[in-house]
């Protein structure tokens, strides 16, 4: 007998609610940030936008060791390893 229909009816029964709360109404957009800060103000501590912005650049430098593992062939714990490798430099 499969038991992970039962589990998967079950799942989703518990999460319908959840899927039924409203949304949050949209935020406002908040107009662009200067490109350079004034050098007389500290910088203070990183904002959100500095951080997707650096998940973007590790995500498209990821994507650019993978790509070169590929075309080298390598697999298993070289490509692992290269891949670190090529993410620490």
Same mark, same amino acid.
């Given at each position: 007998?499969?038991?992970?229909?039962?589990?998967?009816? +079950?799942?989703?029964?518990?999460?319908?609610?959840? %899927?039924?709360?409203? &949304? $949050?109404?949209?935020?406002? /957009?908040?107009?662009? @940030?200067?490109?350079?800060?004034?050098?007389? +103000?500290?910088?203070?501590?990183?904002?959100?936008? %500095?951080?997707?912005? &650096? $998940?973007?650049?590790?995500? /498209?430098?990821?994507? @650019?060791?993978?790509?070169?593992?590929?075309?080298?062939?390598?697999?298993?714990?070289?490509?692992?390893?290269?891949?670190?490798?090529?993410?620490?430099?």
């Amino acid at each position: 007998m499969r038991h992970y229909l039962p589990a998967t009816a +079950v799942g989703l029964c518990c999460l319908m609610p959840l %899927s039924m709360t409203p &949304a $949050a109404p949209p935020s406002v /957009a908040q107009p662009a @940030a200067p490109t350079k800060a004034p050098a007389t +103000v500290p910088t203070s501590a990183p904002t959100s936008e %500095s951080f997707a912005a &650096a $998940a973007a650049a590790r995500h /498209a430098r990821r994507t @650019a060791c993978i790509k070169e593992a590929k075309a080298k062939k390598l697999v298993g714990s070289n490509k692992n390893a290269y891949i670190k490798d090529c993410l620490a430099h």
